[in-house]
């Protein structure tokens, strides 16, 4: 038996045995779970970090944590007073507030940042998109898949909706519509952004062509599913307005940058099989591949002079 057949005969629940885990989130019906599962619980080391020509900035990671802090305070101290004196209500009490405004609590994340009215409707537009579920009798998300299909595959024929072709793609069966649960119609989305906006590295990346590739590689297009799941938890982006760090650092790229979700995940994927290809990793060891670019891309984010997606050191990455 071939490698590849190996490959296509891994299936959802092979990846470490684990049950696949729901996102319960109340309205939100989008992203209901992984294809390949990530335990949010699992005490697992997250991997060493191997793109050394990215990650020098420690120290100034160290800078940032203690700029944080004080900016907290700062900003706690800054809102208290303008309640009590003006009121939350009054035009002063609305100009003082600052991005964040200190810690809530013991869970890590912050008090929701202060939006302005174009970053309010682009978190809107974002969220509404995550909700929407791929759905295979819509004709649009039909259309959707057809038109990956030929960015993907230029020249070749249109297979049916159904077709063991798609397998080449890295979809896990004959029919694609059962691998979107993991991501909903956002997701398509994604990869057909990638594939129009940088169309090298999206063909270099489903080919498989850079580096020494392990027996068994990840499938292409649903690896591209769990990116942009982990995105969308990442950048806490489920309900509300994001309270992590990640999250409000995402809701600045934002107002820069209307596609700012999109662009990220392009730079997520490229940066995750550049972690692939240091680690020399296999199918069974994705999960701990996407860790390692999950933490990456929070350092990443964190940095002092990162105003756009562009300004990422891993932007660098791709090819147009």
Known sequence: MSAKTLRRRLHHGDVDGNPKEHFNA???DGLIEPLLERDEHDDTPIAALTLEDIWNAEERRENIHWTLVLSQLIAQWTQ???????????????LLPLPFAGPSGSNGKLLLPYLNP??????RNLQQRL?????????EHQDALKQLWRLAFPGRQLPSLKSDLWKEMGWQGSDPSTDFRGGGFISLENLIYFATKYPESFQ????KKD??????????????VNISFMLAQMLDLQTGKPSTLAGIRFLELLGEDEM???????????????QWLAKRASYMEFKDVLKSTRTQLERELALEDVCSVKDLPAYN???G
């Open 131 to 139: 909700g929407v579920p791929f759905d295979g009798s819509r004709l």
């Open 204 to 207: 270099r990346l489903l080919h």
């Open 211 to 224: 580096g020494t590739r392990a027996e068994w590689e990840y499938p292409f297009a649903v690896a591209g």
């Open 26 to 28: 109340s309205g939100y």
């Open 317 to 319: 990455l791709l090819r």
């Open 118 to 123: 174009l970053q309010e409707e682009r978190l």
């Open 260 to 274: 700012a979700f999109d662009n990220l995940y392009c730079v997520a994927f490229q940066m995750m099989d550049a």
């Open 80 to 94: 208290w007073l303008a309640n009590i004196v003006l009121g939350s209500g009054s035009l002063i009490g609305r």
